[in-house]
């Protein structure tokens, strides 16, 4: 009996010996690079170091990171408000014009793929290079965007409608203004979006219009009524992907922002700079590893909030009802 | 079985294979590293600062390898994010040998234990240095708790930089030395323009950055602190701080002297200077190589205004230090002596980039006799300037000063209410129960 058990446990192990072998330099990789740095920052979310000092001089506080962070850190709540504020106009904003482009160029025109080609490009582009285009764009002065704004109200002026007056914000350096910016900014960046909903599109059969052509239906009511419940698991997709990378956003804002600290008075101080801040800039290793398994039990939570509510609007053809 | 076994074999001959070439990579890439500089030994130096600091250790590090043939230094250069690096190599182990370190956060270096003591150092070549040669603030920067863990090598005083050109163009004479804030104010309202009468100033009298760095040669003028002498209080709630808070205040939001938010953004200082939007400025000696790169315009320096107090201004070092785990201590020593002797000193001050912290060696190079600016003027404020009151808790205070400071730059708080919020904040953290 255990002869054979143990053969049988020998010859399962040969088996997939190989494939662990093939997935070892990712196992290992996860196990010491991911696994074993989430663990030493559980671990020094209890604890006070300053991320310069020798390992022995960490010590252990209990929850007092946590009960700071909830009781007294004012900051902690603003980069919350600024990282909800961001997610709440970015995500939506950036799921249907993302949709929207995507039924746009899939289109069966002359030259799409160079229109494709146009929208996706800004993908392509790293992060920190597109927020340095963007600050001259919105820069108050001689940003081309206030130039515009500025041409408008001249326009306006000359054919004496000078009453309506276009603002010319200060974006970035306005409290009221700098939060708007970086979700335009957010939007400018949806290529990828815009091509897994490109996909999707593609993938709904034909015959549905066909039919829906027959029964006389306008190209609107078969938009919403073909087409955005036969993406739905795309945007279901999309819209996880988004709100997880919202919550996240750190590069555009910490390049973009004046000093690279979350200015004016603090209002693009999101939650993610705020983390980078207290653990590089104030030294408080603990207090951000405290602040990031905070933003990693939020994330988890939204993210189960979403796929629970993707049983009443998600449609999988292949699910039976 | 035997279905199955050919592409095992060839499967697991793979991996053997993709391991193997692994393992040779990491094999031949240690060997190439050992057979380097041929039984050189190799010192790392650590440093930041603009493309002209990387010229000068390139000339400094000629004359080291000259001096010293055995050793091979080579030049760690960050131009960004200086700090946040230094902080991970001290964490991992990977320090530079030597290690340039700025005076502010030096008793945070010095407490993470990553800084050798250099008394003894110090005592062992008491020949090799005149330390009454040094300018008098200099080695009290790198001082603390009765341990030396950095010598300075350069340092800068603060001046007022002003563009000639808006001076002529307005009619207005030059600042002379006596000049008082008063003074300074009538001749940025005097300086301030809108050309073209659009509603939009197109030339602002004067520039001063909301910063706790910025603001303090003001706030010394007129009596005022930042912290109590012994560094232990905040000690800016005072009449004094608040009138000079006050007076700056006014220059941006009454005034209007001064760009206000977005009104000239993405602009650095000199430029500013340089393209005639500003015509005052405060800056600091380092500024000096940069406008000397632009021709085309006449700029001159003056002392900064003397207020009710009298004349002030701040002076800044930068040091040399030592790692603690370094294997090459004295190769390490050896050019820190090299860039502080008379040879090494004059290098810098040709260069006009900092003020060389030998007084002997900067008289004789930073003063240039050839060039329309008194640079001396940068010598004499060394000796009136006054040092940052600086704390093991520079960093966190830094981070409050610069929140409420950001207020008051947006003009969203005034100069008492800041004061009286940063008190209690301040207090708290040098008191070291942490923000």
Same mark, same amino acid.
């Not at chain 1, 209990?62 to 900051?75: A, K, P």
């Not at chain 1, 992907?241 to 390049?255: D, E, H, L, M, R």
């Not at chain 1, 796929?307 to 009443?312: K, N, V, Y």
């Given at each position: 009996?255990?002869?054979?058990?143990?053969?049988?446990?020998?010859?399962?192990?040969?088996?997939?010996?190989?494939?662990?072998?093939?997935?070892?330099?990712?196992?290992?990789?996860?196990?010491?690079?991911?696994?074993?740095?989430?663990?030493f920052?559980?671990?020094?979310?209890?604890?006070?170091w300053?991320?310069?000092?020798?390992?022995?001089?960490?010590?252990?506080?209990?929850?007092?990171?946590?009960?700071?962070?909830?009781f007294?850190?004012?900051?902690?709540?603003?980069?919350?408000?600024?990282?909800?504020?961001?997610?709440?106009?970015?995500?939506?904003?950036?799921?249907?014009?993302?949709?929207?482009?995507?039924?746009?160029?899939?289109?069966?025109?002359?030259?799409?793929?160079?229109?494709?080609?146009?929208?996706?490009?800004?993908?392509?582009?790293?992060?920190?290079?597109?927020?340095?285009?963007?600050?001259?764009?919105?820069?108050?002065?001689?940003?081309?965007?206030?130039?515009?704004?500025?041409?408008?109200?001249?326009f306006?002026?000359?054919?004496?409608?000078?009453?309506?007056?276009?603002?010319?914000?200060?974006?970035?350096?306005?409290?009221?203004?700098?939060?708007?910016?970086?979700?335009?900014?957010?939007?400018?960046?949806?290529?990828?979006?815009?091509?897994?909903?490109?996909?999707?599109?593609?993938?709904?059969?034909?015959?549905?219009?066909?039919?829906?052509?027959?029964?006389?239906?306008?190209?609107?009511?078969?938009?919403?009524?073909?087409?955005?419940?036969?993406?739905?698991?795309?945007?279901?997709?999309?819209?996880?992907?988004?709100?997880?990378?919202?919550?996240?956003?750190?590069?555009?804002?910490?390049?973009?922002?004046?000093?690279?600290?979350?200015?004016?008075?603090?209002?693009?101080?999101?939650?993610?700079?705020?983390?980078?801040?207290?653990?590089?800039?104030?030294?408080?290793?603990?207090?951000?590893?405290?602040?990031?398994?905070?933003?990693?039990?939020?994330?988890?939570?939204?993210?189960?909030?979403?796929?629970?509510?993707?049983?009443?609007?998600?449609?999988?053809e292949?699910?039976?009802? | 079985?035997?279905?199955?076994?050919?592409?095992? /074999?060839?499967?697991?001959?793979?991996?053997?294979?993709?391991?193997?070439?692994?393992?040779?990579?990491?094999?031949t890439?240690?060997?190439?590293?050992?057979?380097?500089? !041929?039984?050189?030994?190799?010192?790392?130096?650590?440093?930041?600062?603009?493309?002209?600091?990387?010229?000068?250790? !390139?000339?400094?590090?000629?004359?080291?390898?000259?001096?010293?043939?055995? &050793?091979?230094?080579?030049?760690?250069?960050?131009?960004?994010?200086?700090?946040?690096?230094?902080?991970?190599?001290?964490?991992?182990?990977?320090?530079?040998?030597?290690?340039?370190?700025?005076?502010?956060?030096?008793?945070?270096?010095?407490?993470?234990?990553?800084?050798?003591?250099?008394?003894?150092?110090?005592?062992?070549?008491?020949?090799?240095?005149?330390?009454?040669?040094?300018?008098? $603030?200099?080695?009290?920067?790198?001082?603390?708790?009765?341990?030396?863990?950095?010598?300075?090598w350069?340092?800068?005083?603060?001046?007022?930089?002003?563009?000639?050109? /808006?001076?002529?163009?307005?009619g207005?004479?030059?600042?002379?030395?006596?000049?008082?804030?008063?003074?300074?104010?009538?001749?940025?309202?005097?300086?301030?323009?809108?050309?073209?009468?659009?509603?939009?100033?197109?030339?602002?009298g004067?520039?001063?950055?909301?910063?706790?760095?910025? /603001?303090?040669?003001?706030?010394?003028?007129?009596?005022?602190?930042? /912290?109590?002498?012994?560094?232990?209080?905040?000690?800016?709630?005072?009449?004094?701080?608040?009138?000079?808070?006050?007076?700056?205040?006014?220059?941006?939001?009454?005034?209007?002297? =001064?760009?206000?938010?977005?009104?000239?953004?993405? =602009? =650095?200082g000199?430029?500013?200077?340089?393209?005639?939007r500003?015509?005052?400025?405060p800056?600091?000696?380092?500024?000096?190589?940069?406008?000397?790169g632009?021709?085309?315009?006449?700029?001159? &320096?003056?002392?900064?205004?003397?207020?009710?107090?009298?004349?002030?201004?701040?002076?800044?070092?930068?040091?040399?230090?030592?790692?603690?785990?370094?294997?090459?201590?004295?190769?390490?020593?050896?050019?820190?002596?090299l860039?502080?002797?008379? !040879?090494?000193?004059?290098?810098?001050?040709?260069?006009?980039?900092?003020?060389?912290?030998?007084?002997?060696?900067?008289?004789? $190079?930073?003063?240039?006799?050839?060039?329309?600016?008194?640079?001396?003027?940068?010598?004499e404020?060394?000796?009136?300037?006054?040092?940052?009151?600086?704390?093991?808790?520079?960093?966190? =205070?830094?981070?409050?000063?610069?929140?409420?400071?950001?207020?008051?730059?947006?003009?969203?708080?005034?100069?008492?209410?800041?004061?009286? $919020?940063?008190?209690?904040?301040?207090?708290?953290?040098?008191?070291?129960?942490?923000?």
């Amino acid at each position: 009996m255990t002869a054979i058990q143990s053969a049988n446990v020998r010859r399962a192990f040969k088996r997939n010996l190989e494939g662990y072998l093939f997935a070892s330099p990712c196992l290992v990789g996860f196990l010491i690079l991911t696994l074993g740095a989430m663990l030493f920052s559980l671990f020094l979310s209890f604890a006070e170091w300053d991320a310069q000092s020798p390992l022995k001089e960490i010590s252990f506080v209990g929850f007092n990171n946590y009960r700071e962070m909830f009781f007294e850190d004012e900051l902690f709540y603003k980069s919350l408000y600024n990282t909800a504020y961001y997610t709440f106009f970015s995500v939506p904003l950036r799921v249907t014009i993302a949709l929207l482009l995507a039924v746009l160029l899939n289109q069966k025109v002359r030259g799409i793929t160079v229109f494709r080609t146009i929208f996706y490009l800004p993908s392509i582009v790293v992060g920190a290079a597109t927020a340095v285009v963007w600050s001259w764009i919105l820069n108050p002065s001689y940003g081309i965007l206030n130039l515009t704004l500025h041409k408008i109200n001249l326009f306006l002026d000359k054919i004496y409608l000078g009453f309506i007056n276009v603002p010319e914000p200060t974006w970035l350096e306005s409290e009221f203004w700098s939060k708007p910016a970086l979700i335009i900014m957010s939007v400018w960046g949806l290529g990828s979006s815009m091509l897994i909903y490109l996909a999707g599109l593609q993938g709904v059969p034909d015959h549905l219009y066909e039919v829906a052509d027959l029964d006389g239906a306008s190209s609107l009511r078969k938009f919403w009524n073909i087409t955005v419940p036969m993406i739905t698991p795309t945007i279901f997709f999309n819209l996880i992907v988004s709100v997880i990378g919202a919550f996240q956003v750190f590069t555009q804002v910490y390049v973009i922002t004046v000093g690279h600290t979350g200015g004016p008075n603090n209002s693009t101080l999101v939650y993610v700079l705020y983390l980078y801040r207290k653990a590089f800039d104030e030294l408080q290793m603990g207090y951000a590893c405290a602040l990031a398994w905070v933003l990693f039990v939020m994330i988890l939570l939204f993210t189960m909030l979403i796929l629970r509510s993707s049983a009443l609007w998600v449609y999988y053809e292949g699910e039976r009802r | 079985m035997g279905n199955h076994s050919r592409p095992k /074999l060839v499967s697991s001959a793979l991996v053997v294979v993709l391991l193997v070439c692994s393992a040779l990579g990491v094999a031949t890439g240690c060997t190439s590293r050992r057979e380097g500089p !041929e039984k050189k030994t190799l010192v790392r130096f650590s440093f930041w600062g603009s493309f002209l600091e990387l010229k000068l250790w !390139e000339e400094m590090k000629a004359l080291y390898e000259k001096r010293y043939p055995d &050793v091979s230094l080579r030049l760690e250069y960050t131009p960004g994010e200086y700090l946040r690096k230094l902080r991970l190599q001290f964490i991992s182990g990977t320090a530079c040998d030597i290690i340039m370190v700025d005076d502010e956060f030096y008793p945070t270096y010095q407490e993470s234990g990553n800084l050798e003591d250099l008394k003894e150092y110090i005592a062992r070549d008491k020949d090799a240095f005149n330390f009454d040669d040094f300018w008098k $603030t200099s080695l009290e920067s790198f001082t603390y708790k009765k341990k030396q863990c950095a010598l300075p090598w350069d340092g800068f005083s603060t001046l007022m930089f002003y563009n000639c050109d /808006l001076f002529d163009k307005a009619g207005v004479p030059y600042p002379n030395d006596d000049w008082t804030w008063e003074d300074f104010k009538r001749l940025a309202i005097q300086l301030t323009k809108d050309f073209d009468n659009d509603g939009r100033i197109d030339q602002f009298g004067c520039n001063v950055v909301f910063s706790w760095l910025g /603001l303090e040669s003001v706030v010394w003028s007129f009596g005022g602190q930042i /912290l109590t002498p012994d560094k232990k209080r905040f000690a800016m709630n005072s009449r004094k701080t608040i009138a000079a808070l006050q007076y700056i205040y006014d220059l941006k939001y009454k005034y209007h002297t =001064m760009p206000q938010a977005g009104e000239l953004s993405g =602009m =650095m200082g000199e430029i500013q200077l340089l393209t005639g939007r500003v015509a005052m400025l405060p800056g600091g000696a380092f500024a000096v190589s940069t406008m000397r790169g632009v021709e085309a315009m006449r700029w001159d &320096v003056a002392h900064m205004p003397t207020g009710p107090a009298g004349k002030s201004t701040r002076v800044s070092w930068d040091g040399l230090a030592i790692y603690s785990r370094s294997k090459h201590k004295e190769k390490a020593w050896q050019f820190i002596k090299l860039v502080l002797s008379d !040879e090494g000193q004059r290098l810098i001050g040709s260069l006009q980039r900092a003020v060389p912290v030998r007084k002997s060696a900067a008289y004789a $190079t930073f003063v240039n006799p050839q060039t329309p600016q008194k640079e001396e003027k940068f010598l004499e404020a060394m000796e009136y300037g006054r040092l940052t009151p600086i704390t093991v808790k520079y960093a966190e =205070m830094d981070i409050v000063m610069r929140n409420e400071l950001d207020k008051l730059s947006l003009g969203v708080t005034d100069p008492a209410t800041m004061v009286r $919020t940063l008190e209690p904040q301040i207090n708290r953290i040098l008191s070291g129960k942490g923000s």
